[in-house]
């Protein structure tokens, strides 16, 4: 399972992590520390360092607040993209939802486009198919910053497996090859976590939709509803979380400590396939 982006192939046949850096004041877990582009781009450089295979920037929270004009994301975005694309090995994401910061993020290096509302803007899909960016695919009930009422009484498993091909299909007819695309089941996207938790529990008929499965564990609510803790003590469920969708096939895990999870998920890719990716020399 190889997912082709702006700067090559990624092998998503064993476990990868995805750094998160929040260039944005607001951000859930980590509350601004990373605001501002020198310390953006610092923290960039050492998710990279830690085994981050692909480092992605966000200019915008999803919490429920107004949204962040275009223009302020940008420049929020922008010099942090082109930055890291110049010094990292490794591909930089942008997360975006809007078609203009997709479209100057991809100008200043970006490889690969994480769309939170999966292709809903056809402004979006223009600029994704007309680039030879990597897409992740994202299922998203509701709306974004705009807090549910009510969740749908769905089968969600069954619903984001479904949603998946077909949007896999459109995204075809809009020029965007399957080979782009990696699916995130949308964890924390419009649904409960009863709901998200499901979900996880079922990820492997999410795999079986046949493209490699993306999937943004780190802090979610549901681990705080299943074990009361905060959003910044979620490290511990996060693991837990990621090291089970593993063992369901799941490949791709958005994170915030990569550190301490590329270990985890060595050890979880080991079991998973039978030997570990590399072997190191130890002494005991």
């Excluded at 990820?203 to 802090?219: K, T």
């Excluded at 089970?244 to 396939?273: C, K, N």
């Amino acid at each position: 399972m190889r997912w082709r982006h702006a700067r090559g192939e990624l092998d998503c046949s064993r476990g990868r992590l995805v750094g998160i850096v929040n260039a944005t004041p607001d951000s859930f877990t980590d509350e601004g520390r990373h605001f501002g582009t020198e310390r953006s781009v610092a923290h960039g450089l050492a998710l990279a360092a830690q085994g981050a295979a692909v480092v992605e920037v966000g200019g915008e929270s999803l919490r429920f607040s107004p949204r962040t004009p275009a223009g302020e994301e940008i420049r929020r975005v922008e010099p942090v993209v082109a930055a890291l694309a110049a010094e990292l090995s490794v591909p930089v994401a942008v997360d975006t939802f809007k078609a203009p910061v997709a479209e100057a993020a991809i100008a200043a290096g970006a490889a690969i486009v994480n769309d939170p509302t999966g292709l809903r803007d056809p402004a979006m899909r223009r600029v994704v198919a007309a680039s030879d960016v990597g897409l992740v695919l994202t299922h998203f009930f509701g709306a974004p910053k705009v807090r549910p009422q009510t969740f749908p009484d769905v089968d969600v498993a069954s619903a984001v497996a479904g949603w998946a091909r077909t949007a896999i299909a459109d995204a075809a007819g809009a020029g965007i090859a399957a080979e782009r695309i990696v699916i995130d089941p949308g964890v924390g996207l419009g649904k409960s976590p009863r709901q998200d938790l499901d979900l996880l529990r079922r990820i492997d008929e999410v795999v079986a939709v046949g493209r490699p499965v993306f999937v943004p564990i780190s802090n979610k609510k549901v681990i705080g509803a299943v074990t009361g803790a905060a959003a910044p003590d979620r490290l511990p469920g996060t693991a837990a979380g990621m090291v089970w969708a593993r063992s369901r096939g799941a490949t791709l895990f958005r994170v915030h400590e990569v550190g301490f999870l590329h270990q985890a998920l060595e050890m979880a890719d080991a079991l998973a396939e039978g030997e570990p990716e590399r072997w190191h020399e130890v002494v005991r």
